[in-house]
């Protein structure tokens, strides 16, 4: 099985960074995800990594260590709409089914 | 190119109906996932379509729950009968081959 853990909700300032911590211990293991979901919509993919490092795609960047079952999104410049549910989901080794923890709310404040 | 789209996006029924849930994947797509979120809860993986073959069901929580992908395009989602505790957002995701998963914005699901 699989066991997710991520902070509840965190605050942050309008232009400010924010880390967003997910610790996983996992039976087996192909790849992390992060989505970011906002009120009522759809969770939207933000980002991949199956290899330890860090992955970055514009203000969002995403690291692994699988060694450490440890993985975190960094978001830089932090915009009011960047107020969501960030939700961190392991795939399995069969390539099937995704895991996801109970997401963290974040709320940037002006 | 459309997205994954589910309906109804809302329903309320009282407990012992049917209810019945449509997803409609990215065109193409022949991966096919059902996830639930019950208040208060992570979401979970309930079942998994390749094309109209069903991978993997180890998440439905019992009978009550019949899912179908009859000719590998759309899914439907039943509930019947519906209890209480089966409320919460029923989320359909689809992805080609096994990239990353697109998901539908869900059906909130009340049982009363």
């Known amino acids: 099985g699989q066991n997710i853990d991520q902070p509840t909700e965190m605050t942050a300032t309008e232009g400010a960074i924010v880390q967003i911590n997910c610790t996983y211990q996992?039976?087996?293991?192909?790849?992390l995800f992060w989505y970011q979901q906002h009120a009522g919509e759809a969770p939207t993919f933000l980002s991949y990594?199956?290899?330890?490092g860090l992955e970055e795609k514009g203000r969002f960047s995403s690291f692994l260590s699988r060694s450490k079952g440890y993985s975190y999104l960094l978001l830089k410049e932090l915009q009011m709409k960047d107020s969501a549910s960030y939700l961190c989901?392991?795939?399995?080794?069969?390539?099937?089914?995704?895991?996801f923890g109970k997401g963290t709310m974040l709320l940037v404040s002006p | 190119e459309a997205g994954v789209t589910q309906f109804p996006s809302h329903s309320v029924i009282e407990k012992g109906q049917t209810v019945t849930l449509r997803c409609d994947p990215i065109?193409?797509?022949?991966?096919l996932y059902w996830y639930r979120r019950v208040m208060g809860k992570e979401i979970k993986f309930l079942l998994h379509?390749?094309?109209?073959?069903?991978?993997?069901e180890s998440g439905m929580p019992n009978n009550r729950f019949l899912a179908e992908r009859t000719g590998g395009t759309y899914s439907t989602l039943k509930v019947q009968p519906a209890e209480l505790e089966d409320s919460g957002v029923y989320f359909c995701?689809?992805?080609?081959?096994?990239?990353?998963?697109?998901f539908g914005q869900g059906t909130r699901l009340t049982v009363v």
């Open positions: 995701a689809s992805s080609r081959d096994r990239g990353e998963a697109f």
């Open positions: 996992t039976s087996g293991f192909n790849g």
């Open positions: 990594n199956v290899l330890d």
């Open positions: 989901a392991v795939r399995d080794m069969g390539y099937s089914t995704l895991t």
């Open positions: 065109s193409g797509h022949d991966n």
């Open positions: 379509f390749v094309k109209e073959s069903k991978q993997d």
